[in-house]
């Protein structure tokens, strides 16, 4: 069968890509290989789809190519972005920023897509893997079983490798490097950071508001602030997750990183130690008692322990003890020894260099070959913004083919 373009992967940025074509008359073959589309978008924000950030601002990314991904996001911004899903019957709401579906579900996101992709006429099989996709004289051609499709242009839009469960592979990286694209070395991000410097399995589900520090060559190299969990073996939850990707780059070319938390973001260091001082003259109490309302319970001992402070009474702290104790609240430091798998991830680092394609995303040495999504080198932090790479990409393709 000819089609004007096949697209690989019926994720967010394959379908942006589908419906926009289909809508331009072009006559599209959508291929995914899982028996269901969209399956890691029915995943995105605990199931609710953080669909986009209001605003998008550059520096929540990182890539090899601002300016490339400047004119792909400006090109379908976000008022495109709302447009759209108004058009295909997601209508949405902004909370502090982070967008989401009225219905508050991912899953009518999805289905709100595949009714879309229907009424644009857009061809799609499900539940087989493309196989022996080749440049020919016209365009690509691959097998579907045994039948072969052939198109003037071929969209890999096959996403990257977090979230294996959810579909997440390295086939796009794969297809990109079969035609000689080159790719930055990919890695998690968006992920869990394993630290040692206390007794995480003690800790385990802890939550503390305060801001984490990515410390590398004794500089600060990123910053976040919001609730930290603890888990089995080091730190997680937003901030952790936005400061993934400096650090595992860091850990990455061999560099000793620390991960500072401050407990007190809001205070600085004499107010701390002001109120840390009054409270410990707070009846006869033990320091534990004095740290209990201010401390997660858990957190206490071994905060104390670090500086042998466990079973002092409160009062009797010395200035020195209680300037060790501040200099911890307001600095708890923790090696970077590790971080989450793929499988933990959100969202994967590196793929197809954006200085190798086009402004519209074709590729600049195969003409008629064009990427979608998270396969490219593009990646953003926790709030929208890599599902908005995913349908500014997208639409950026479907615009084009
Ligand atoms: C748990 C989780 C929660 C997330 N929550 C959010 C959120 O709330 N907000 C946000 O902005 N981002 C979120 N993300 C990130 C976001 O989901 C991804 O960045 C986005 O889905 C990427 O879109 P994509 O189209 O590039 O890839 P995907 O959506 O992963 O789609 C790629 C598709 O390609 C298919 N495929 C693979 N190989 C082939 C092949 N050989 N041929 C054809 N098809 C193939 C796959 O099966 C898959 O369906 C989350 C990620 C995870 C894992």
Redesign the pocket.
């Known amino acids: 069968m000819n089609y004007d373009a096949i697209i690989?992967?019926?994720?967010?940025?394959?379908m942006m890509a589908a419906i926009t074509a289909g809508r331009r008359e072009k006559k599209i073959l959508l291929?995914?290989?899982?028996g269901v589309v969209?399956?890691?978008?029915s995943?995105?924000?605990n199931g609710r789809?953080?669909i986009t950030h209001d605003p998008i601002t550059l520096n929540a990314y990182h890539t090899d190519m601002p300016k490339r991904l400047e004119s792909v996001l400006s090109s379908f911004d976000l008022e495109s972005t709302r447009k759209f899903f108004e058009s295909i019957g997601v209508s949405v709401y902004n909370r502090d920023g982070y967008v989401y579906p009225r219905s508050n579900e991912a899953r009518s996101v999805v289905k709100c897509m595949e009714l879309a992709l229907e009424e644009a006429g857009v061809q799609l099989i499900t539940g087989v893997?493309?196989t022996d996709i080749k440049k020919t004289d016209t365009g690509f051609s691959l097998k579907l079983t045994n039948e072969t499709h052939e198109a003037p242009s071929l969209v890999i839009?096959?996403?990257?490798m977090?979230?294996a469960e959810?579909?997440?592979?390295e086939?796009?990286l794969l297809?990109a490097k079969s035609f000689n694209h080159r790719v930055a070395d990919p890695f998690p991000s968006l992920t869990e950071l394993f630290c040692s410097g206390l007794s995480f399995k003690k800790l385990k589900g802890v939550r503390v508001h305060g801001r984490v520090c990515i410390i590398m060559d004794g500089e600060i190299i990123s910053e976040d602030v919001g609730e930290i969990q603890l888990t089995e073996k080091g730190i997680s939850g937003i901030p952790v997750f936005n400061i993934s990707f400096e650090a595992i780059s860091g850990l990455s070319i061999k560099k000793p990183i620390t991960a500072v938390i401050d407990l007190f973001p809001e205070m600085d260091k004499e107010m701390l130690r002001a109120y840390v001082e009054y409270r410990c003259n707070i009846g006869r109490r033990s320091i534990e008692e004095a740290l209990l309302g201010l401390l997660p319970e858990k957190l206490i001992p071994e905060i104390l322990k670090l500086f042998d402070l466990n079973g002092k009474k409160a009062s009797r702290l010395s200035e020195i003890d209680l300037d060790n104790l501040c200099h911890i609240l307001k600095g708890l430091a923790l090696d970077v020894c590790g971080y989450g798998d793929y499988s933990r991830s959100?969202?994967m680092a590196g793929g197809v260099l954006l200085h190798d394609l086009k402004d519209n995303l074709e590729s600049d040495s195969v003409p008629g070959l064009f990427f979608?999504?998270?396969?490219i080198n593009v990646d953003g932090i926790c709030g929208?913004?890599?599902?908005?790479w995913?349908w500014s990409s997208g639409a950026v393709v479907g615009n084009h083919i």
């Open positions: 690989l992967g019926a994720g967010a940025s394959g291929i995914e290989p899982q969209g399956k890691k978008l995943a995105t924000g789809c953080n893997t493309p839009a096959c996403g990257g977090a979230g959810l579909g997440g592979s086939n796009g297809l959100q969202v979608a999504g998270e396969v929208g913004y890599n599902l908005q995913a």
